[in-house]
């Protein structure tokens, strides 16, 4: 039986994937020395090459050094050898796939230890609660430092076709640069990148139409992850069919599937018998559960206590179960100490009779 999932998908630059099942971007975290891709991060990719996917999409690779999401990050910019990406695309095509470069700026979301810059549309910090701090505080990007990202864009993508990458996705997603500019609450800018969406949507426009003069007119492809998009990333579960709109003189889906640790090179198990290798696809066990309900042992009054009495067992549902036990105790008690007194007068009694312990 054959499935238009696994028939080749011409794209309007000219060239043909060979089936429609592409790796989403991942970011692989392995740079070696220099932000360079070392001998891990081209296995990894022989790996994935092998599952027979029809397009794989790199994790996102930095147009400025100075603006890295982390310190294994991998940077390709005017000054970056290019030796080690050209090995990255001999092994990423390996399988005989395509292979696409996803190209970002991290923007604000950059780690508050990590050296360089941290730049936004607006001097407006991520905003995680107490774990704002996580990240550096932004500074408003000038004009020229704007016009210079895009010229950034343009020069890694025009280097990835160098070193025989197939495409590039420009990243506008994630809360990422180009996501902070369209985003009114991330760019309160007043200028020409600010207010409308026209205006909000400038950067990203100008990064497309700079990658695009940057690389070959036919036979490149790029591509822009935002909503909509041509391929839609699928974060968990089985591959899902999605229209292309990317090239509308081609009908049919497009899948991009989850690919994990438990299974580099092999998109979904239910594509693994049309693959060229066995779908070694493994799940970690499910995690014992206690037998029976946990109950703890009612006190005067029917109310838990907040914390055991002298006279009751520490660990009430055996040694495995004690920490949590007494966590469990502690949270209880605290909520309904605070549930009593949000009742009316006389609704202690009640409460206590509804949590007491049955009597027949």
């Known amino acids: 039986m054959t499935s238009e999932l696994f028939s080749p998908l011409r794209l309007r630059s000219g060239s043909v994937l060979g089936n429609r099942i592409a790796k989403a971007a991942m970011e692989e975290n392995m740079a070696g020395d220099g932000q360079l891709p070392d001998r891990q991060l081209l296995e990894l990719y022989r790996r994935w090459a092998a599952g027979g996917a029809g397009l794989l999409i790199t994790g996102n690779v930095m147009v400025h050094a100075e603006a890295l999401t982390g310190p294994a990050g991998v940077v390709l910019d005017e000054a970056a050898p290019l030796e080690p990406f050209i090995e990255w695309a001999k092994a990423g095509k390996a399988g005989g796939g395509a292979l696409w470069m996803q190209i970002n700026h991290p923007g604000r979301q950059v780690q508050a230890d990590m050296p360089g810059v941290v730049w936004g549309p607006s001097a407006v910090g991520v905003d995680l609660g107490r774990h ?54 991330a760019n309160q800018r007043t200028d020409a990148w600010g207010g409308s969406l026209e205006n909000r949507a400038r950067m990203l426009l100008d990064v497309v139409r700079a990658v695009r003069a940057a690389v070959s007119p036919e036979g490149y492809d790029n591509m822009r992850r935002a909503r909509p998009v041509g391929l839609c990333s699928v974060p968990t579960g089985p591959p899902l069919p999605l229209p292309f709109r990317g090239d509308r003189s081609s009908a049919g889906p497009v899948v991009v599937a989850p690919v994990g640790r438990h299974g580099p090179g092999f998109p979904a198990r239910a594509a693994a018998d049309h693959l060229r290798v066995p779908h070694p696809h493994r799940t970690r066990p499910p995690r014992p559960r206690p037998s029976g309900r946990l109950r703890l042992p009612p006190r005067p009054g029917g109310l838990i206590p907040a914390r055991p009495g002298p006279e009751e067992p520490e660990d009430p549902v055996g040694p495995q179960r004690a920490p949590r036990a007494t966590t469990f105790s502690r949270d209880l008690g605290s909520l309904r100490r605070h549930a009593i007194r949000a009742l009316p007068p006389g609704g202690e009694n009640r409460a206590a009779h509804r949590n007491g312990p049955e009597t027949r």
């Open 132 to 185: 704002s701090s996580r990240f550096g505080r932004p500074v408003a990007m000038t004009p020229e430092q704007i016009e210079a990202t895009v010229a950034r864009f343009a020069v890694t993508a025009a280097r990835a076709e160098q070193a025989g990458f197939d495409g590039v996705e420009v990243h506008a997603a994630h809360g990422y640069l180009l996501s902070q500019f369209l985003s009114p609450l």
